[in-house]
Structure formats: C-alpha cells, structure tokens
C-alpha cells in the first residue's frame, strides 16, 4: 500500500498571517487535494487529511491522508497532481479542460496571496523523506492561470466538439527528432519531431517499451527518421495534431555511389536486347 502527502511553504512577506488568510489557503488547499483524487476516481475524506511537520521558521507543514491508498493509484494521484500544477499544462487546452475542476481548485489557493509571495508545493514518492519535486505558485501565476482558464470558458472547448474537430488514420511521417520528453504530465512520454512535409513540429507519443528504441534513435542528432502510426489531424487545416506512434526508425542516409551499385543487378532485364533497341522499344518507335 502507498500514502498521499505534499509539502506546503508558504512564502509570505509579512512575519504575520492573519488568520483569515491562513484558513482560505488551508481550506483551498483541501478542496484541491480532494478534487485530485475524483479525477482518478479515489474518494478522498477531508477528515483524513492530516497536518504534520511543522516548522515555525517558514510556515511549512506537510497534509497527510491518513489511510493507505493502492500503489497504482497513489502514482495516479501523484501524476495528475504534477500536471495541474506545472505550468505546462497551460499550453494544452485539451488537457487543461479536462482538468479543469482541479485547476480552478488549485488556482483558488493563490487568490490570497499579495505581490511577491507565493507557495511551494512538494511532491512525495511514495515513503520519501524528502520531496520529489517543487511547484511554486505565487500571486503572478495565479492570476496567468485565472486569464487561461476564463480565456477558455470563452472558446468553449467540449468534448464533442474536440472530437469533431479532429480525424485519424494510419500513416507516417519523415521528420528530425527536436526534443525528447521522457519524465512529462502528459499521459504517455513522447517525442517533438520536426515534420519534413511542413516544418511543423508534432508531438510522437510512444508506449514505454519503445524507450530502448527512442534511445537508440537519439544518438544520430539531425538524422531523418521514420515515424509511423495513428496519426490524429485537424479537420479543417489538415494540420497534424499528434501521432500515437507504432513504428519508428532510421531513414537511411543516401551516400555517393549508392546509385552505381544497382548497375548490373538485373543483367536479363533488357531480354538479350540492346540497350538502344530496348528504349526504342518502350518508345513504341
């Protein structure tokens, strides 16, 4: 079995907090908490939620759940946690609508703050002493979020009308590796390959056994590779959206003298004919 626990610091700019701000980050912060854990189907009981490891000096503390959750979904937790609040997720409407009711949650948090203050969250692998990761939130990133998230109620993404907006089919593309993600918030690591076709750039996603693969592929910076797979593309622009890759490989590289080597690979393709009564003859002449 795993446990839940995240670091909180506040960083403030006073030596005293009225209490009236520290009960709405404290209860903000809760409603967060909980709001993660629908999103992976884990139904949190505020009353679990236990406040340890106090520290006077910065106003640290650590929120507890004080019942064992399973490994897999203490990892889901923890992931979906990760990618409401790394800033990323900003630049992905889809993702970020889908994880909407956390995110305002999360952006609640930071409504308190003042100019030059912030809190930190930290992130535990399941049984560390010490925080995996830190996310800063302060009062200009509240209110970066608060513009994408009303900016998105304005354009109205739906699920439907995102599936509507899109098709898929199978196919491939040739590009050049630009970026490799192998720790993300995404739902799957993946690639940015530089599409030869248009210079755009498209995020490839792979399964994890590909990692050997991609690896390998990562040694030949510049070379053209192949990737192949369902390809999901925008229904009006025709634009790649991204591509759940299947089969990725090198693209041969042509070198001088290649052409040459064919020369005599099929000595009875003229049929005993010469090479000038042969074209004569594909000429109808």
């Given at each position: 079995?795993?446990?839940?626990?995240i670091?909180?610091r506040?960083?403030?700019?006073?030596?005293g907090v009225?209490l009236s701000k520290?009960?709405?980050i404290t209860?903000?912060t809760?409603e967060?908490?909980?709001?993660?854990?629908k999103?992976?189907k884990?139904?949190?009981k505020?009353?679990k939620w236990?406040?340890?490891?106090f520290?006077?000096?910065?106003l640290?503390?650590?929120?507890e759940?004080s019942q064992d959750?399973?490994e897999?979904?203490a990892?889901?937790?923890n992931?979906?946690?990760k990618?409401?609040?790394n800033?990323?997720i900003?630049a992905?409407?889809?993702?970020l609508?889908?994880?909407?009711?956390?995110?305002i949650?999360?952006?609640q948090i930071?409504s308190v703050?003042?100019?030059n203050?912030?809190i930190e969250f930290g992130?535990?692998?399941?049984?560390?002493?010490?925080?995996?990761?830190v996310?800063r939130?302060?009062k200009q990133?509240?209110?970066?979020?608060?513009h994408?998230?009303?900016?998105?109620?304005?354009?109205?993404?739906?699920?439907?009308a995102?599936v509507?907006d899109t098709?898929?089919y199978?196919?491939?593309?040739?590009?050049a590796?630009h970026?490799?993600?192998?720790?993300?918030d995404?739902?799957?690591?993946y690639?940015?390959?530089?599409?030869?076709?248009d210079?755009?750039?498209?995020?490839?996603y792979?399964s994890?056994?590909?990692y050997e693969?991609?690896?390998?592929?990562t040694?030949?910076?510049?070379?053209e590779v192949?990737i192949?797979?369902?390809?999901t593309?925008n229904?009006?622009?025709r634009?790649?959206?991204?591509?759940d890759v299947?089969?990725?490989?090198?693209?041969?590289?042509y070198?001088?003298?290649?052409?040459?080597?064919f020369?005599?690979?099929?000595p009875?393709l003229?049929?005993?004919?010469?090479?000038?009564?042969?074209?004569?003859i594909?000429?109808?002449e």
């Amino acid at each position: 079995m795993s446990s839940i626990k995240i670091q909180i610091r506040l960083k403030l700019t006073t030596s005293g907090v009225p209490l009236s701000k520290l009960a709405s980050i404290t209860e903000n912060t809760q409603e967060f908490l909980i709001e993660v854990g629908k999103q992976v189907k884990l139904d949190l009981k505020p009353e679990k939620w236990l406040a340890h490891n106090f520290k006077n000096s910065d106003l640290t503390f650590v929120p507890e759940y004080s019942q064992d959750i399973a490994e897999k979904n203490a990892r889901d937790y923890n992931r979906v946690m990760k990618m409401i609040m790394n800033e990323k997720i900003l630049a992905n409407p889809k993702i970020l609508y889908r994880r909407k009711s956390a995110m305002i949650k999360y952006n609640q948090i930071g409504s308190v703050l003042n100019k030059n203050e912030a809190i930190e969250f930290g992130i535990y692998n399941n049984g560390g002493s010490e925080p995996q990761v830190v996310y800063r939130l302060s009062k200009q990133d509240f209110l970066i979020r608060e513009h994408e998230l009303n900016k998105l109620d304005e354009i109205k993404y739906s699920e439907n009308a995102m599936v509507t907006d899109t098709f898929e089919y199978i196919g491939e593309i040739r590009g050049a590796i630009h970026a490799w993600f192998i720790e993300t918030d995404q739902e799957n690591p993946y690639i940015k390959v530089r599409n030869f076709q248009d210079n755009e750039l498209i995020n490839c996603y792979y399964s994890k056994n590909m990692y050997e693969k991609i690896q390998s592929l990562t040694d030949y910076e510049g070379r053209e590779v192949l990737i192949n797979g369902f390809i999901t593309a925008n229904q009006k622009s025709r634009k790649i959206v991204k591509i759940d890759v299947k089969a990725v490989d090198l693209v041969e590289q042509y070198h001088e003298g290649d052409l040459e080597k064919f020369l005599g690979c099929a000595p009875d393709l003229k049929g005993g004919l010469s090479t000038e009564e042969y074209i004569r003859i594909g000429r109808n002449e």
